[in-house]
């Protein structure tokens, strides 16, 4: 039978988001103790833990068909895999940090400078497009230290809210990108696996959106109801329902998570009373 392999990271700041995603897509991972790999109980996936380095080059390889894990790897990896979505948390930032009391006045600061990072290709290749000069001195981790104990002029790493930098003496002077978790797949899967990755994808999609919408009710008079409904669109329109009190109704929909508090307003002034708003679980459109 045909197993889609998914590559997640074993242990780390993914790890745990990675996982819940599958189990929101209604994976049972039956065994996660994280050995290398295991399969899943009611899907036809199998699950590899690895390091998140790895990742690229096991899915180019073909050993995993599709992977999770930050776009800063994928890029420094920089193998012949297709990233197929974007997956909204691991949310960085990749910027230049230098010592706090240094004037900045622009990138060419760093003409001949020596860089510490751990993403020497995505640096470089930054570098090189603007024709600047620089050293590029690839460290493993700890990157923050590198200006302090003498190794390089400045460094090139992960921000999330720069507590490490200032706490190093550091700060943060450009962003050169911002990266999150991604989902990539092999560039040739074979006809039944691009299957498995469809309805993993369609389900990923109704989870996505779930978490986007908040189903709301309400109550208001039936003179209301059409400029309410106006507003509340919902996935086709809103259902209404009579209610017992004569020139009441009740008016059910979806409202988008982001618009809510300015809809919410709106509904109020147009007589809505009673408004309940409840997550909605899985939503297909
Ligand atoms: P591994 O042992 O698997 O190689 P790692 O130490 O390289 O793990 P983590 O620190 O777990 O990696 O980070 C994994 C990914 O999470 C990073 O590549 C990046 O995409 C994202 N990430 C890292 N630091 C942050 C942060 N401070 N805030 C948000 N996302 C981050
Ligand atoms: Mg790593």
Redo the contacts with the bound molecule.
Sequence with gaps: MTTLKIAI???????EKSLQLLKDCGIKIANSDRKLKTAAANFPVEILF????DIPQYVDQGVADIGI?????VWEKDKQVKVIKQLGF???KLSLAIPKDEQYEGLHYFENKKIATSYPKILQGFFDKKNIAVTVEEIG?SVEIATGIGLADAIFD????GSTLLMNGLKEVEVLFR???VLIANSNLESGKQAILEQLLFRMQSVKQAAENKYILLNAPNSAIQQISAVLPGMKSPTVLPLVEEGWSSLHSVIKEDQFWEVIDQIKQLGAQGILVVPIEKMII
């Excluded at 894990?69 to 790897?73: K, P, Y």
Aim: net charge negative; hydrophobic share 25%.
């Design positions: 990271q074993k242990s780390g700041r993914l790890s690895l390091r998140d380095d894990l930050g776009e800063n790897e691991a949310q960085c981790g992960i921000v999330s809210t990266s999150e978790a």
